[in-house]
């Protein structure tokens, strides 16, 4: 995720070394504290029950950039190393592509050369990275009254009610708010696992205080640039802002949201827009949806072609596999989001500092 | 849109001198002819009933970075004159921000500065250099054979039946593959238009002969890449690639696209994963559908407030609109898919000009 | 240029419709006075004696980005159109590269479709946008107290003495505030001119009341922004900073520069460093040299190849050349320099910003 | 060092945990040799008499992008743990910044927040990581036959004569291909060491086989991108091409290198231009200058503030300082030049891939 101001760069293969991130630009004087950071980790972890079995602790180590627990200034480097990885398996499977995976792909575009164990540099491991990413760029959001927050809003045929960006900050249910909405989700989840499947969903991702006046029109358009940041996740297929898709089917007097007067400030009466118009924020909560499709490693036998041979095979997995990702990809999305904010305020800074 | 290898910037205001663009990084050697340029700019007008009324011949001059019919492989900076702009209206509301438009969050953004006349740099007005740098981007493709086309998918309730990729580039219909579908959409916007009224619509864009192995994991992702040009188009809200938000409701076993061999070369069976898989083309097609909200221009009255008096007001617009923007965003869909795919196939000759 | 908050690109050849810039970054609220940058542009045009003999009125044109006399914070593009170029030359000397010109290198770099006329995009002239892209700068570091300004250091064996900052902004001389260097430089220019020839010199820069601060190491380092920047003038050979290649022969001891004690501020006593210390600015005044090659472009006899036939030649160019470009430089080696502290002022500002 | 398709970050803090360097764009298929790579770190630490006391043995650690001996295509980081670092002394010094080090705009910068100990994220240990970014750029190279060295060519007063590029390729002397120059250098820097001081020094950098057309001009000139990688590096203030500052001094007839045939290729008689013109590299041998200063720590008492009290204090340095910096600078010169040449070479790619 490269910002202007502030960007990132995740490395490290599934089963090599470590993975980890660097992170630029950020501000010196950042408190850090360890122990907060696993625990956004840990929450990248998801629901035990429907997440892969290889379980690390998933200790971060930072190498660089922080200094009597703050950010210098300097680029952060943050790793962890990776202990429990089983490879023998991927020998195995290395030329029959699993199906919905980069498997296929990732050889093409990196004639051969690419770790393929585990998925390698596109596992989903990879996002312990970004959730670090995403400990920084909340802990400068905060010192604005910014909060980001993402919850479940569907599981396969299972959609959480719309919520009320209240409700939802203050809800104690770290998945989702609706306690209903929530059971049935996870007895999809479990429908899918003991039928050796997966299941998609989407996840909704709200942010709070977010001051009028970030992003711009074309290059600098803050939906563009959290479209993008959002769709660097793995198993991504769409985002909407506000209504999204839904506005397609509407009609224009039904969509604009009317200005009002709120505490002397102005607002929007109604919030269709999801917080951006024109690719600028209007101060309203900003709302994305993202659709995750279902994982595509799953028990159930699948069709594939042996690359060597290049014949139809069918291909039976085995491994640990998450049987719904949504989950665990609550923090990761909110990171993303989290660290475009950061990026476009501090832009925002630099202009509120030389506009006389 | 900025490309590592490839990127333009718009410029111009609505009621300004012109509007125009500067392309950087296009290589040397493309045929340059100005009468197919000016037919692109053509299909930018849309369906004349339903777009505004302002009708500009728009005559594309070439400034820089072509000489003797060809690029150069310096800058190419192409712009049209604006005429027929008429800006008495503006000062009326410039200080009752539109509902649904970048009006207020843009003063906020600029401090004021900005030009309010025709929504500024945030016109509709401002995709026709969007759609010059398509011009140019496809004919960079079509010496590989890859050719874009978008259509109309969805004009509020209307929605087009799916359509195979042969289908869509045979079909004559420049907006829709499926006349009787169009004849509903052309109906719905008129429905709109008579009521002064607006209405929605979705566009499905697709790509044939895109080689596999463009893209890449995280900062390479080209789904995230065409994501975030989309986004950068006025009124776009949602961007979705294959199934898009319809695989948050599937299990994998359904998702997953099986690997097969046609004419001697790896495909897959079906096409949910929409021609990308971990952020890198397959070789299948691309396939991504793009949400556009109704024009926030409407006739009907609206709810708006008085910046000055920070009261709430009432706001009836006088002016040219479009009653659908939908048919006029084909070209620019396709312009900005066609950018991003002629950035990634540079990038990926660096690497197969390297790699031994 | 590219900053990370303000960049510039030009565009335009020199035979073409036009040259220009485009300008990305500027903060709104910038008075614009068209009068101003004429003026600006009327120093590029050197000392008439010396200079070619193309003499048009550099007329700018802004297309976008300035609203009612103000920046708008939008792209800025500037163009001045091309009226007194005579191409019937070049097609004489098409295929005999001059010796010191990029005619031969450029047409290897873009495989033959340069535009060769007049050095197209190589030309001087477009230094007429970084001139523009100088004048904004200048405007936006004014509100900070910060200023720039250029003079001769050298002219072939001429060289100015050392002068104080304070003397050379006082200095009524727009060429060298020491008038009795600047009368041999004169002369020197003046025999090179007789003789058929050119003369090379060195430029040096001053800005003053720059802030502690800006800057960085490595990714960051302000010298090798600056650097970069100067670089990128046609004719360039060489950029130092403070003693620059003199410190070569030193010692630490002779070198270092003590820090003391000055109005209640930190400071140095001398200023051997140039105002930058790793990267960063001291609150010293920054002092840059820049070396530039005499002009190519000679109407001796010289010896090249006709690419052709591939065989060795003698070529006696006609034109217009100037016999020394070092007059004409200053107010592009001043643009430079201010448009890459503009940039870095807004990203401090940023910082600022954020940092409690 | 951030190219279009090549860069890298280098991170870490002297007497932190690691120095260390993350590289994106790196294609795949590149060997690695962790033995060589060592042997290019073993020369980063130049002549033992002359340098810091501090000797780590400085083990790469490959975290990331390199699989099974080959680079992967994706990130590739590479740390080397700090071991024998002495921190206790830098807080006794910690108010009273250092003549000549970025001590104290380094506070000013970070607001106080950075690592303060042994220069922190400025020390020249970072080197490491360019050191290494090189070994991965010459194996690139090298595929092409392109060849980069650097030897020194000044220290203090004694300077090598001008070497034919062959000559400087086929010497066994690390340092400098001639003997009786290298002899008197050495002994320079020894009477700079035992008075406790320093001394300062050229390095000359040149590369053989570089093809002609990669860079360009204004945002392409490789001059300008060679120039902001070298400026980079810490001490680094003068970098100049061919005859550089020299040309300032010269008219235009002796300056401009004759066009010849050489074995049916178009070459220059002199190479006074150092291999580029315009920006873009002409086929003959690419030649720099960098001048550095004289290492700032040196045990002769020096002037400085006390930071804290605001009062002018005397200064002196206990610690293992290096007393010419010079020697140990070649290889990081020569990884920054190939570094740049690499990503050039890699657009050149791009471009020969699709122009047609």
């Known amino acids: 995720m490269k910002g202007k101001l502030l960007s990132f760069t995740l490395f490290g293969e599934s089963h090599g070394k470590a993975v980890g991130i660097l992170i630029e630009g950020l501000p010196p004087g950042i408190e850090v504290k360890v122990e907060e950071m696993?625990?956004?980790?840990?929450?990248?972890k998801g629901i035990r029950r429907f997440s892969t079995k290889r379980r690390e602790s998933d200790e971060p180590v930072i190498v660089s950039g922080v200094f009597n627990g703050f950010t210098t200034g300097t680029p952060v480097t943050v790793l962890v190393w990776n202990r429990d990885?089983?490879?023998?398996?991927?020998?195995?499977?290395?030329?029959?592509?699993?199906?919905?995976h980069a498997d296929y792909p990732a050889k093409v575009k990196f004639f051969g050369y690419n770790d393929y164990r585990g998925g390698g540099h596109f596992s989903g491991r990879l996002t312990v990275g970004v959730v670090i990413a995403g400990y920084f760029a909340k802990k400068l959001l905060e010192r604005f009254g910014i909060r980001v927050r993402a919850y479940i809003?569907?599981?396969?045929?299972?959609?959480?009610?719309q919520v009320e960006p209240e409700e939802l900050f203050a809800s104690p249910n770290p998945y989702c708010p609706d306690e209903d909405a929530f059971?049935?989700?996870?007895?999809?989840?479990?429908?899918?696992?003991?039928?050796?499947?997966?299941v998609g969903?989407?996840?909704?991702?709200?942010?709070?205080?977010?001051?009028?006046?970030?992003?711009?029109?074309?290059?600098?358009?803050?939906?563009?640039?959290?479209?993008?940041?959002l769709f660097r996740i793995p198993a991504v297929k769409g985002v909407e802002f506000g209504l999204g898709f839904r506005f397609a089917e509407m009609r224009g007097s039904e969509a604009n949201d009317p200005f009002v007067v709120?505490?002397?400030?102005?607002?929007?009466?109604?919030?269709?827009?999801?917080?951006?118009?024109?690719?600028?924020?209007?101060?309203?909560?900003?709302?994305?949806?993202?659709?995750f499709k279902p994982t595509p490693s799953i028990y159930l036998p699948q069709r594939t072609v042996d690359l060597e041979r290049m014949d139809e095979v069918e291909l039976r997995l085995r491994g640990r596999f998450d049987s719904c990702i949504v989950p665990k990809a609550l923090p990761v999305v909110e990171a993303m989001v989290a660290f475009v904010l950061a990026d476009h305020l501090l832009r925002r800074k630099a202009w509120e500092g030389v506009v006389r």
Not at 89 to 99: K, L
Not at 191 to 197: I, M, N, T, V, Y
């Open 38 to 44: 696993k625990a956004e980790l840990e929450r990248r």
């Open 153 to 161: 809003r569907r599981i396969g045929p299972v959609e959480c009610p």
């Open 183 to 198: 059971e049935r989700m996870l007895e999809e989840m479990e429908k899918a696992r003991k039928s050796g499947d997966s």
């Open 262 to 291: 709120r505490n002397g400030r102005v607002a929007t009466e109604t919030n269709n827009h999801g917080g951006v118009l024109g690719g600028i924020t209007t101060g309203m909560p900003l709302v994305a949806r993202v659709a």
């Open 85 to 100: 990885a089983d490879s023998s398996y991927y020998e195995e499977i290395r030329n029959t592509p699993r199906p919905g």
């Open 201 to 229: 969903g989407t996840v909704e991702v709200v942010a709070i205080n977010v001051p009028a006046g970030l992003g711009g029109p074309w290059d600098e358009d803050i939906e563009a640039d959290l479209a993008s940041a």
